[in-house]
């Protein structure tokens, strides 16, 4: 009987597995042990040219793969959960998220974007939150600087990161605190030398026609994500097209008198109305961030993600999708945007009510997109000059990690009509 019993036991058990024909990578907070490393398993799967259903809303924003003994076993190698299921069980989950009622979609992942990071070349991948969480996903990517961007090289790249740049020419603000240590000396000779290389005169020039090449590649279609000071200096450079915001410190010349009025809001692509900091001496850049008129408490800094409709709003839903609702805040040089100060078609996809300002905000330039994250690193609440690097491995979940990682994934999503 127990031989028939353990006979019967094999049988269903091989069955069971041989009907399996999906796996499926849960992305909720109790299913998912490597969430970062899951984004990297989605990566090299449509690499290989295998497309990915991205299952918005379920459970977290979970993928669903076909099923391939050579991705079982790359999951396995990264320590990445994931779970098989049959085709039933399958044709179950996509009737379930189809249906009306339900505020999921399932979208289609087709193919592996090209990824840029705009970076000087000496920069260690941890200088960067993007570069660290590529690097800790196993994703591919490539370091553009100044020559590529000038040399018309992003037509090249699907997906474009803007590392914490100042694109003013004014050295990050660090003149105050900085100005006499080794490294602010060194990195301002070597901004010198390569705007001289490329044949202007100061460094704000080359930073401005390099503005300008990024803002073009987004409105010919391409996809740019930004963080910290590269959010709003960018903004501010495209503002001053043609106009000397740097004091003599910075280029060796004074500014342009009452500059303020000359700053055209309808060139930038996210903020408006915003007064620049003149003074050299204060490390901000405008009125637009918020991290000196924040009036908060570590403990209580979180933000909420918006709640999108998948399948009326599959965009900034897949940039929103996540294990969690509220995430944990962090400052940077740029912490977070003054609501008032942001175009009114700009989307607000992360907010702390309470303080009045947007942390994740996501926009429409032509015939691409930008997405703008306030802060530094999501792990390290307040990272410092020199402070050591953020170990990933000791955050594998991070849902503030999660935010970057959706607009990496997003290019890669089969275009399709928008409904609204």
Request: glycine fraction near 6%; proline fraction near 4%.
């Amino acid at each position: 009987m127990m031989t028939k019993i353990f006979t019967l036991f094999i049988f269903l058990f091989i069955s069971s597995q041989a009907s399996a024909s999906y796996i499926l990578i849960p992305m909720d907070a109790e299913g998912q042990k490597e969430h970062l490393k899951a984004y990297g398993i989605t990566y090299w799967t449509l690499e290989r040219q295998v497309k990915v259903k991205w299952l918005l809303n379920y459970r977290g924003g979970s993928f669903l793969l076909p099923d391939s003994e050579e991705i079982k076993k790359e999951c396995q190698i990264r320590g990445v959960s994931f779970e098989m299921i049959s085709d039933a069980k399958a044709e179950q989950i996509l009737t379930e998220i189809s249906s009306p009622s339900q505020n999921m979609e399932a979208v289609v992942l087709e193919k592996a974007p090209r990824i840029a990071v705009y970076s000087p070349k000496g920069n260690q991948p941890w200088d960067d939150a993007v570069t660290m969480v590529l690097t800790y996903a196993e994703i591919p990517y490539t370091v553009v600087y100044d020559e590529e961007v000038l040399g018309d090289q992003l037509i090249l790249y699907d997906w474009l990161h803007l590392h914490h740049e100042d694109f003013t020419g004014q050295y990050g603000k660090f003149y105050r605190a900085y100005r006499s240590a080794p490294w602010y000396i060194e990195e301002k000779r070597k901004a010198e030398e390569l705007a001289t290389k490329l044949g202007y005169a100061k460094v704000s020039e080359a930073k401005r026609d390099v503005s300008l090449k990024i803002r073009d590649y987004v409105i010919g279609g391409g996809f740019m994500f930004a963080m910290c000071s590269a959010t709003d200096s960018y903004d501010i450079a495209l503002a001053a097209e043609g106009v000397d915001i740097c004091e003599p410190m910075f280029d060796g010349d004074p500014s342009d008198p009452g500059y303020q009025s000359k700053i055209d809001y309808s060139k930038t692509f996210a903020f408006t109305d915003f007064i620049l900091e003149r003074n050299p001496m204060v490390y901000e850049f405008s009125s637009i961030d918020m991290t000196t008129k924040r009036q908060i408490m570590k403990e209580t800094d979180y933000f909420s993600l918006m709640d999108y409709s998948a399948k009326w709003d599959p965009i900034p839903c897949m940039l929103v999708q996540n294990h969690t609702a509220l995430v944990k805040g962090f400052m940077g040089q740029t912490t977070s945007y003054d609501r008032d100060q942001i175009k009114s078609n700009v989307l607000i996809m992360g907010e702390n009510k309470t303080n009045g300002e947007a942390r994740y905000i996501h926009g429409i330039k032509g015939k691409g997109f930008f997405t703008f994250y306030g802060g530094h690193d999501p792990e390290d609440y307040q990272h410092r000059v020199g402070d050591a690097k953020t170990e990933l491995a000791l955050h594998p979940n991070s849902p503030g990690y999660r935010l970057i990682l959706n607009n990496v994934l997003f290019p890669a999503a089969k275009k399709k009509k928008q409904k609204t």
